[in-house]
C-alpha cells in the first residue's frame, strides 16, 4: 500500500516496528519518512504522528494472526486485540481528533473477511477484527456530519509473511500488488466498506444469514 499510495502522488509517513525494514522501504520511496514505532504503545504512536504532521489519510494496517482451538489460544488472543484492534484505536486518537478541527480527511481500517463469522480455529483472530468492524462502523456514522470519512477494509487471503505459514488452503489468494490497488481505489473513492474477493466476502455474507444450528453443522462437517 506504501508503494502504491507513493505511485499516487502521496507523501508518505510510515509507522512500523522493523526499523530496518521500515527504513529500507522509506528510502525507496519519494516523499517519504519513517518513524519506528510499536502500534501497541500508544505513547509511541501519538508522539510519531506529531512528528509526523498533518494527516491527510490514515491506514491502520498492524496486524498479527495465529491459528489454534480458542481453548489454548488465550495469550496469542491477547496479543491479537493488542495489535490488531487497540493498536488501530491508538492510531485512530492520534490522527482523527485533527481531522475533525480541519472539517477534513480519512481513516482506514484493515480488518478481515475473517471478522464476519467467528470461525473455528480463528478464534482469537476473528475476534480482534470483529472488534475493528464495530468500531470502524460506529466511527464512520459519528464522524460523517464532521468531515471526516472511515473506511472499513476486508480483505480475504493475502500472499504476505503472515499468510505463508498457513498450512491450510486459502482460496482465492491474492497478491498484495493487487490487494494495496483495491485498497487505495476504495479509501480515494470514499467507499464505507471495501470487501474481496468477491466469492469469499458473498460466501461469509451468506455463511452470516445462516441460523446458528446450520452454521455450527456446516462448519463441522468441513473440519
Known sequence: MAREFSRRGYALALLARRAELLDQLASELPDTVAFPCDVTD??????????????????????VGVMGYASKIIDQAELM???????????????????????????????????????PSASGYSASKAAMQAFL??????????????????????????TEKNTFRMPFLMQAEAAARII??????????????????MAMRFARLL??????RVMRMRR
Not at 487505495?184 to 466476502?201: H, K, L, Q, T, Y
Not at 441460523?211 to 455450527?216: A, T
Request: proline share 8%; no cysteine.
Open 42 to 63: 500508544s505513547a509511541a504512536v501519538h508522539d510519531a504522528v506529531k512528528r509526523a504532521g498533518p494527516i491527510d489519510v490514515a491506514v491502520s494496517n498492524a496486524g
Open 81 to 119: 486485540m493488542r495489535v490488531n484492534y487497540f493498536g488501530m484505536l491508538y492510531l485512530f486518537g492520534a490522527v482523527v481528533p485533527a481531522m475533525i478541527e480541519r472539517g477534513a480527511g480519512r481513516f482506514a481500517g484493515i480488518a478481515s473477511i475473517a471478522g464476519l463469522r467467528g470461525l
Open 137 to 162: 462502523e460506529s466511527a464512520r456514522v459519528e464522524l460523517a456530519p464532521l468531515g471526516v470519512r472511515v473506511t472499513t477494509v476486508n480483505p480475504g487471503f493475502i500472499a504476505t509473511p503472515m
Open 211 to 216: 441460523p446458528s444450528p446450520v452454521y455450527d
Open 184 to 201: 487505495v481505489d476504495g479509501i480515494e473513492r470514499g467507499a464505507r466498506v471495501v470487501e474481496f474477493p468477491r466469492p469469499v466476502s
